[in-house]
């Protein structure tokens, strides 16, 4: 049985090499990847945050998950899209569905935001865009500067990256979870 990675986003401002590059780089090498967003309506895209790109088609909403069906979760970046999620009940209990249940989750550049509202944050290792290490230190998480970094403290898997730049590294370390 193939192995499912779901990507959860909200619907603005969600940083397109970030959801794209992982989600076709998962397929090709035979993943189930599935696109869930706060609803079902295109999801807007940007780079680098400032211009907008191309809209996608989710294949379902944060509220319609079973995440007991997926074996990763992976949350892209984009300021908006981050910041916007912090606030969605429906992710924080994706969140905490995993963690609850040793489920890895990869989270990039802003994504690690949402950690904290959804409460799972605390004494994680882990790397993001710079400018939210300062939120990221003091909901309790321990912020290091690297291209890919793997936790798995409090018994569950956190691989989390920088920026886009990071993608290629993300990719495999994202994969590598998988195969384990």
């Given at each position: 049985m193939s192995k499912k990675a779901l990507f959860i986003t909200?619907?603005?401002?969600?940083?397109?090499?970030?959801?794209?590059?992982?989600?076709?780089?998962?397929?090709?090498?035979?993943?189930?990847?599935?696109?869930?967003?706060?609803?079902?309506?295109?999801?807007?895209?940007?780079?680098?945050?400032?211009?907008?790109?191309?809209?996608?088609?989710?294949?379902?909403t944060l509220s319609r998950v079973s995440p007991e069906d997926y074996d990763i979760l992976v949350i892209p970046g984009g300021t908006v899209n981050a910041d916007t999620l912090r606030l969605n009940k429906d992710a924080h209990k994706i969140i905490?569905?995993?963690?609850?249940?040793?489920?890895?989750?990869?989270?990039?550049?802003?994504g690690p935001w949402v950690l904290i509202n959804a409460e799972r944050i605390k004494d994680k290792n882990l790397t993001s865009y710079k400018s939210i290490k300062l939120d990221l230190e003091n909901a309790g998480a321990n912020w290091v500067d690297e291209e890919v970094h793997r936790c798995n403290t409090n018994n569950w898997p956190l691989i989390t990256s920088r920026s886009p730049d990071d993608i290629p590294a993300f990719n495999q370390a994202i994969l590598q979870e998988l195969d384990n």
């Open positions: 909200s619907n603005v401002g969600v940083e397109q090499d970030e959801l794209i590059k992982p989600s076709e780089y998962l397929q090709s090498k035979g993943i189930e990847v599935i696109h869930a967003a706060e609803e079902q309506k295109d999801v807007q895209t940007v780079k680098s945050d400032k211009e907008h790109a191309t809209s996608y088609t989710p294949q379902t905490q569905h995993f963690t609850d249940n040793a489920k890895p989750i990869a989270a990039i550049c802003h």
